[in-house]
T-cell receptor
Framework: DQQVKQNSPSLSVQEGRISILNCDYT??????FLWYKKYPAEGPTFLIS?????DKNEDGRFTVFLNKSAKHLSLHIVPSQPGDSAVYFC?????????????FGSGTRLSIRP | NAGVTQTPEFQVLKTGQSMTLQCAQD?????MSWYRQDPGMGLRLIHY???????DQGEVPNGYNVSRSTTEDFPLRLLSAAPSQTSVYFC???????????????FGNGTRLTVT
């Protein structure tokens, strides 16, 4: 059973507008949530993260929101740029636990149209 | 710094053959992991290691073995290749298993494996 779910396989957004990518999780033991970005023929790269003690984290054009009661997080990109076109993976870990591992979702392909 | 190096980049196997996918990192990271990427399935964790001599199973471990005899190397062995193992395989490492801004996962460029 998938512990991290991204229910939208693709998203198309006009350049300059806001892109919102969503992610749901089922395991309440997760305490660290991550977003990675992947271009074709490359490995994923880290984008932004949030710990479970926060509900928002910003880094430039990227903001991640966490709603623990709903087990839901979202990534906002404002304004969207052509270089943002990529596959975005949501991931979660149980932090510094000795049994920790990092679980990824199925990804959302974001396309920014001119 | 080379980061995470995976070899080979491409591989074609026949059903039943075995092989080892190599992964090496030069960042002295304790945490290493193997993922496979399949269309619509995202990145699924195969095996991971929190340090030399310690390995554990991920979400889809069947058909794969790993070992971690050194901090630097984390090879993935396919015991008897099957067409269902056709995939892109990524090795990743990080300082700890949080994977966040203080300890991001560094990925290799992947091994594209086809089993016929």
């Amino acid at each position: 059973d998938q512990q991290v779910k991204q229910n939208s396989p693709s998203l198309s957004v006009q350049e300059g507008r806001i892109s919102i990518l969503n992610c749901d999780y089922t395991n309440s033991m997760f305490d660290y949530f991550l977003w990675y970005k992947k271009y074709p023929a490359e490995g994923p790269t880290f984008l932004i993260s949030i710990s479970s003690i926060k509900d928002k984290n910003e880094d430039g054009r990227f903001t991640v929101f966490l709603n623990k009661s709903a087990k839901h997080l979202s990534l906002h990109i404002v304004p969207s740029q052509p270089g943002d076109s990529a596959v975005y993976f949501c991931a979660a870990s149980s932090g510094y636990s000795s049994a920790s591992k990092i679980i990824f979702g199925s990804g959302t392909r974001l396309s920014i149209r001119p | 710094n080379a980061g995470v190096t995976q070899t080979p980049e491409f591989q074609v196997l026949k059903t039943g053959q075995s092989m080892t996918l190599q992964c090496a990192q030069d960042m002295n990271h304790e945490y290493m992991s193997w993922y496979r990427q399949d269309p619509g399935m995202g990145l699924r964790l195969i095996h991971y290691s929190v340090g030399a001599g310690i390995t554990d199973q991920g979400e889809v471990p069947n058909g794969y073995n790993v070992s971690r005899s050194t901090t630097e190397d984390f090879p993935l062995r396919l015991l008897s290749a099957a067409p269902s193992q056709t995939s892109v395989y990524f090795c990743a490492s990080s300082r700890t298993a949080t994977g966040g801004e203080n300890s991001p996962l560094h990925f290799g460029n992947g091994t594209r494996l086809t089993v016929t």
